[in-house]
């Protein structure tokens, strides 16, 4: 099949790179022409583990090219998918204006009948005023698809190829069989297809997204009681996940959620929600619990060296809002740097990967060291935000040695206290005893 994948970022590249791993070939479009111009070379602009060599493997077979020309793209590929971003407006209702706007694009560009698949996560009601602005503009004949993306950053070629499930919102049989026909090379493992109203596909993405974060915000106010009254959330977490209820993923306590997705869809969907008059109490909670847990989290560094915070240097690791991923957008991390260097204290960030992101978002303002323990040198405190793997078992001797105060504020509960304590270190961690 011959297909166009528009947005070339974290969802978009994947797909479309993943899709010419069966057989496809697709013509990848971006506006943002540098972008274009480097992934024409095999070169990414993101860091997403294993998808390099797929690009460049694909590139070198020809099932892969990209482009800046929507117009010249839509050509004569059968399906069009649009992989644009969907960022918060200031109220937090999703901005849909650049799905719109390809769409627009899709439509004067159509010489023929074409499927557009909304991979972007779109609130409820988008396929339809996407549907709506397209038959205004062209005479062709085309259907909509609401196809949702559940990829996880960090892993998200492997949750492309081997998904837990496919959605597709669809109101056409035809157009059914040709999504089912696409995905099937990725569904052989017996993942299910599940199929439902366009409305219903666009829902549930924002429902996945909504149970997560109750998930994370749930235990990290269990941790905090926990915390308040000698408990230790680790061992709870144990106990909860052993009950099959509730299952072992999402139960891990921590400085709070980020990334591009679970805050903004969160708050996106609280919007349209009460725009059709529905109370959303526990979706704002969720958010709020969320904001709470990474202000307290800054709070307990800041309080801790008190008056003296402006003379500290505090040494970081880890940026991205989660391990696997250069991504910062919306990153916990950020924001504890952020009240550090309000504080007046002197941070210095290391990230095995996306440093240069910190360097660009920051400037001069943080420091970002090339090595974990280079970042330690002269710190009066270490935070760790992020669980990449290289920091579950370091040298803490080395550790020591490197800092000028040996203190941890552990936003992940990577170590043990007691382990801790027997190195001489402060150690700070969420919903268990500090030591
Ligand atoms: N990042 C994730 O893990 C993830 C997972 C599931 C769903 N989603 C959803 O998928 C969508 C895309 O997310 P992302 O993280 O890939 O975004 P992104 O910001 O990484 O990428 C969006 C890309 O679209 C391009 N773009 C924007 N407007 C364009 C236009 N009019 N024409 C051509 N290109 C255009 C941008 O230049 C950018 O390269 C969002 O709706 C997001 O909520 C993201």
């Known amino acids: 099949m011959k297909i166009v994948v528009i947005g070339t970022g974290y969802v978009g590249l994947v797909v479309g790179t993943g899709l010419t791993e069966s057989g496809h070939f697709v013509t990848c479009v971006d506006r943002d022409a540098e972008k274009?111009?480097?992934?024409?070379?095999?070169?990414?602009?993101?860091?997403?583990?294993?998808?390099?060599?797929?690009?460049?493997?694909?590139?070198?077979?020809?099932?892969?090219?990209?482009?800046?020309?929507?117009?010249?793209?839509?050509?004569?590929?059968?399906?069009?998918?649009?992989?644009?971003?969907?960022?918060?407006?200031?109220?937090?209702?999703?901005?849909?204006?650049?799905?719109?706007?390809?769409?627009?694009?899709?439509?004067?560009?159509?010489?023929?009948?074409?499927?557009?698949?909304?991979?972007?996560?779109?609130?409820?009601?988008?396929?339809?005023?996407?549907?709506?602005?397209?038959?205004?503009?062209?005479?062709?004949?085309?259907?909509?698809?609401?196809?949702?993306?559940?990829?996880?950053?960090?892993?998200?070629?492997?949750?492309?190829?081997?998904?837990?499930?496919?959605?597709?919102?669809?109101?056409?049989?035809?157009?059914?069989?040709?999504?089912?026909?696409?995905?099937?090379?990725?569904?052989?493992?017996?993942k299910p297809l599940l199929t439902m109203s366009v409305r219903s596909a666009e829902m549930t993405k924002y429902a996945v997204n909504a149970m997560l974060g109750a998930r994370i915000s749930l235990m990290n106010e269990l941790a905090n009681i926990c915390e308040a009254c000698g408990a230790d959330i680790s061992e709870v977490r144990e106990g909860l996940m052993a009950d099959q209820r509730f299952g072992a993923t999402y139960l891990f306590p921590g400085l709070g959620f980020g990334g591009s997705c679970l805050p903004k869809d969160m708050v996106a969907c609280t919007q349209f929600a009460e725009e059709k008059n529905v109370v959303c109490d526990m979706l704002k909670a969720v958010a709020a619990v969320n904001d709470r847990q990474i202000d307290q989290f800054a709070r307990r560094i800041i309080d801790y060296y008190g008056d003296a915070i402006g003379k500290k240097r505090i040494a970081m690791w880890g940026a991205s809002f989660k391990p696997r991923t250069d991504d910062i957008r919306c990153s916990p991390a950020l924001r504890v740097v952020d009240a550090l260097l309000a504080k007046g204290a002197t941070v210095a960030v290391y990230d095995p990967v996306s440093g240069p992101r910190v360097r660009e978002q920051y400037g001069s303002r943080v420091e970002v060291a090339a090595k974990s323990y280079a970042v330690l040198e002269n710190a009066d405190g270490l935070v760790i935000s992020t669980e990449w793997r290289e920091f579950h078992h370091p040298d803490f001797e080395r550790m020591a040695s490197l800092m000028r105060e040996r203190v941890i504020f552990d936003g992940r509960n990577l170590y043990t206290p007691r382990i801790m304590a027997g190195h001489g270190f402060k150690y700070f961690s969420i919903g268990r005893a500090s030591v």
Do not use: W
Request: with cysteine; proline share 5%.
């Open 36 to 190: 274009i111009r480097l992934l024409s070379e095999g070169k990414l602009t993101i860091y997403e583990p294993g998808l390099e060599e797929l690009v460049v493997r694909n590139l070198e077979e020809e099932r892969l090219r990209f482009t800046t020309d929507i117009e010249s793209a839509i050509d004569d590929n059968l399906l069009v998918f649009i992989c644009v971003g969907t960022p918060s407006l200031p109220n937090g209702a999703a901005d849909v204006s650049e799905v719109l706007a390809c769409a627009e694009q899709v439509a004067r560009a159509m010489k023929g009948y074409h499927i557009v698949v909304i991979k972007s996560t779109c609130p409820v009601g988008t396929a339809d005023k996407i549907r709506e602005v397209m038959a205004g503009i062209t005479t062709q004949p085309f259907d909509v698809v609401v196809n949702p993306e559940f990829m996880k950053e960090g892993a998200a070629v492997d949750d492309f190829m081997r998904p837990d499930r496919i959605l597709i919102g669809c109101d056409d049989v035809r157009v059914l069989e040709i999504m089912k026909e696409l995905y099937s090379p990725f569904l052989r493992t017996g």
